[in-house]
């Protein structure tokens, strides 16, 4: 066992208490009538409730450990993320929110493929839906795997394993019921945890915002146990990492408009009961979502001080390195143990194990809907009836689920916020512009649609995992922003080009129809 390890007994508890209270809601949610009360809770959430939800299923670990995390590791090009996340949601407000809980469906491939009456964009759909999913289940495992280890000093594949079968069991028992009811709980969890961060360094130890960055500032030298050269006034200013403005602009462009894109965000404005309901919802998020992302750069900025002045604040060798080792991901717990010992720790754990399950359960109902409803159901037998594919849904969640082991596997050497910062280019690539066109723009064509699914998905794959292959020119920290803006391209150049050739035949037949659906007064 690592030399200075104790076992954090009241994080076992919290956490216990938290999986607990886990298993009774699945228990008593684990009858799903239909597909619709498995996947959309039957479309009675409440506003509020819901908010809570959304906000618990978006500040995953890439929020709750991420955006700290980065903080730490670079300073005030950290900040972009949490500004990029929080924005992202006014954009979705403005125009998404309430247009598509009128419209009325399940996913995010149902709303392509019945406004263009496409079952090739539907299948494009889904399979933007599984891109954008499993990278983003990636870091979220990545977090787990990390928490786990520090918690019970575990290997880091063990912890993967243990945290993939909980979160399966219960999405695939309980569906969007018990998981709402469980998001609800963990949001306030994981931001009374971030809230007491916060507090207690600023308000019991008087570290001002401004004293931390003056000190950071002012710090050139080694940096403690690594021994490292560190240079505060490089990290303290702009482009400290993101060195030109091209790779600026391209990561705020995902951040911001990727949160539009998110299948497991857009699925949840379905469950609302109405348009009016949906648009409250995101207001909720965005007052609970702005409160956290003002603590947590916050609180990265605070340990990095704490870990340059090392013995000067009493933080012990066990803790420093851990901040060295793994400080890009732990920042968060190796703060709530310097400032609050084994409780502030236990509360931050628990904090940050909710992140986690709420955000991987939001994903695997988003992916078997994806294969479920989308695929199986739609594409190849769309007379199935109802228990058939409630029953379908949860085999598609047990799939979904485990193909969390080898996701975490393979993101162990990666920083979370930045892992989820690439799954936010692939929404704001692929499904952003192809929902905002075709909500808002009438002579979008099927064809558009689809080249617009194309360009986003195989454009976003190429400038991400075949990064290597391009020119200098092409080659991003984040490709969102530059692919979302050659998708917009796709789309409005293929649909101009067929109704150019082809008319009014080139649209839906009901497109007027459909336009009145989402931009006119609520139905009862």
Known sequence: METGYQIPFTALVLIGCML????????????????????????????????SAISSDYLSAASFLGVAGVAFLFGFDGII??????????????????????????????????????????????????????????????????????????????????????????????????????????????????????????MVKGYTYTEVVQFIHGFKGAEPVTGQAFDGAAYTAPAYWLTNLKDTLSLLLALMFGTAGLPHILVRFYTAPDGRAARKTVIYVLLLIGMFYILSPYVGHVIRYAFLRGEAMGVSPHLMHWLADNGKNLAVPVAGS?????????????????????????????????????????????????RSRVTVAR???????????????????MQIAVLVGLAFAIAASTFFPVLVMGVWWPKMTKNGACAGLITGITGSFFMILGKGLLPGFLQFKNPGGFVMILTFIAIYAVSKMEYASKGEAALPPDTAEVMAILHGPETA
Request: with cysteine; glycine share 10%; hydrophobic share 55%.
């Open 81 to 202: 993320y949490a500004l990029g996340f929080f924005v992202g949601y006014i954009a979705l407000l403005l125009f998404l929110a309430s247009p598509l809980r009128k419209f009325g469906r399940y996913t995010v491939p149902d709303f392509v493929s019945e406004r263009f009456h496409s079952k090739r964009a539907r299948i494009l759909g889904v399979i933007g839906v599984l891109f954008v999913s499993l990278f983003y289940m990636a870091p979220q495992m990545l977090g787990a795997g990390k928490v786990m280890g520090l918690l019970l000093n575990l290997e880091y594949e063990t912890s993967i394993v243990i945290i993939a079968c909980i979160i399966t069991l219960y999405v695939t028992i309980g569906g969007m019921k018990a998981t709402t009811v469980n998001q609800l709980v963990q949001f306030w969890i994981l931001f009374g945890a971030m809230f007491l961060l916060a507090f207690i360094p600023f």
């Open 338 to 386: 310097y400032f609050g010992g084994q409780l502030l720790l236990g509360i931050v754990v628990a904090g940050a194990f909710a992140a986690i399950l709420s955000t991987v359960a939001g994903l695997i109902i988003a992916c078997a809907g994806a294969i479920g409803h989308d695929l199986v159901v739609n594409v190849f037998n769309p007379d199935m009836p109802e």
């Open 395 to 413: 085999i598609a969640s047990i799939i979904v689920g485990l193909l969390g082991i080898p996701l975490g596997f393979w993101a162990e050497s």
């Open 20 to 51: 607990a209270f886990t298993v009774v809601t699945t228990f008593m949610f684990r009858r799903q009538k239909t597909s619709a009360d498995y996947y959309l809770a039957g479309r009675k959430v409440n506003s509020f409730i819901n908010a």
